[in-house]
């Protein structure tokens, strides 16, 4: 209220003197330095109370700007802390899972190797029977060759020594005795 009473006190003295000036006869007040003077204390007396009232205003917006700022800063770190967050759990779910894979495929693999071996395993032992039975089939082919010989030698050796000339008697005997071979069947 100092200022406002300042203020209406010099607009008081400033409508004196001009009815002062008025009553002398003079309708005008010469003295610029002091009308001067007294226009500049009206207007540092609106000014002051003015512009207190904008500068308190300007000062209120601000700080309630500032506040907004700080209100969104705190609200986006949150927002940035549970971002982080939910990414470390996926980060950590993502590393589980992997893992996790990785142990399946160790699996699989050891599964796959396994199968693989007793695979070959089956498929050696099969040769090796195959092996077995073909050198089984290869030598009973052989002998049955070879007594087929042994008996085609042994026939062209008797009839060699038929032609040669055997007794009459003993071929007499070897025909009986084919002739009894023959007929006690």
């Known amino acids: 209220m100092g200022n406002m009473g300042t203020f209406l006190l010099l607009a008081t003295e400033h409508s004196e003197l001009a009815e002062g000036a008025a009553e002398g006869g003079f309708g005008l007040n010469l003295d610029l330095f002091e009308t001067n003077l007294i226009n500049l204390a009206i207007l540092v007396g609106i000014l002051f109370y003015f512009g207190r009232k904008v500068l308190s205003n300007i000062l209120n917006e601000r700080r309630s700007n500032i506040e907004t700022a700080v209100r969104e800063a705190e609200k986006r770190q949150k927002e940035a802390q549970i971002a982080l967050s939910q990414a470390q759990d996926q980060l950590t779910q993502a590393q589980a899972e992997a893992q996790r894979i990785r142990k399946a495929a160790e699996e699989s693999a050891q599964a796959a190797k396994e199968a693989l071996l007793a695979k070959a395993a089956q498929d ?3 040769l090796q029977q195959t092996a077995a039975a073909d ?10 060759e070879l007594r087929q010989r042994v ?8 009839e060699s020594e038929l032609r040669t000339g055997i007794a009459d008697d003993v071929q007499q005997t070897i025909i009986d005795r084919s002739i009894a071979q023959v007929g006690g069947r």
């Open 124 to 126: 050696v032992e099969r």
């Open 135 to 144: 050198l089984n089939t290869e030598r009973e082919r052989a002998l049955a």
């Open 151 to 158: 008996a085609a030698l042994a026939l062209q050796k008797v």
